[in-house]
């Protein structure tokens, strides 16, 4: 095999590795991203202090990103505990990145979390930070789901297989 055809095939061989990675990332990102920017709205909006905000921002990301797992899976069939397990194993690091990286970026704005809700610095600083945080947890889901556990997990358990 010549060195040109041995890139080719593993190319090949990552691309429906990458999708699923892709897809798992763009899913944990919304469930973050529907409860960040909630979480930062109510925050922003009672006047509660950065930690606050923060602290009510990654419980509703993780909220909302577990949701968005069990949801199918309770569809699916399987029993709620079944689902929650999954989506415990399938989402936390992917989740946990996120958000380390979401609200790092946050504070580390100036002014970001100070700005208010009519400001277009605190948008688009949510907007970037959660697009930076998708970014991190690209490889971390590509890597998980590469050896059977991630989101491969709730996707097998689906009967969808690991790709």
């Known amino acids: 095999m010549d060195h040109h055809a041995h890139h080719e095939g593993h190319a090949n061989a990552a691309a429906p590795l990458n999708r699923l990675a892709a897809s798992a990332t763009l899913h944990c990102l919304t469930g973050c991203a529907i409860g960040e920017v909630l979480g930062m709205v109510i925050g922003t909006a009672l006047g509660l202090g950065n930690a606050a905000t ?15 797992t069990i949801w199918p899976l309770l569809r699916a069939g399987l029993p709620a505990r079944n689902a929650a397990r999954l989506a415990l194993a399938s989402d ?8 380390i990286v979401d609200n790092s970026i946050m504070l580390a704005i100036p002014g970001a979390m100070e700005s208010g809700l009519g400001s ?8 970037a930070s959660l697009a930076l ?3 991190a947890a690209f490889p971390v889901n590509r890597w998980l789901i590469a050896r059977g556990r991630g989101h491969a997990v709730a996707h097998a358990s689906m009967g969808h297989g690991a790709g």
């Open 54 to 68: 923060i602290a009510l921002a990654v419980a509703l990301a993780f909220l909302f990103g577990y949701l968005l």
């Open 92 to 99: 936390t690091a992917s989740i946990t990145i996120m958000e």
């Open 120 to 127: 277009p610095l605190f948008w688009g600083s949510l907007a």
């Open 133 to 135: 945080a998708g970014l």
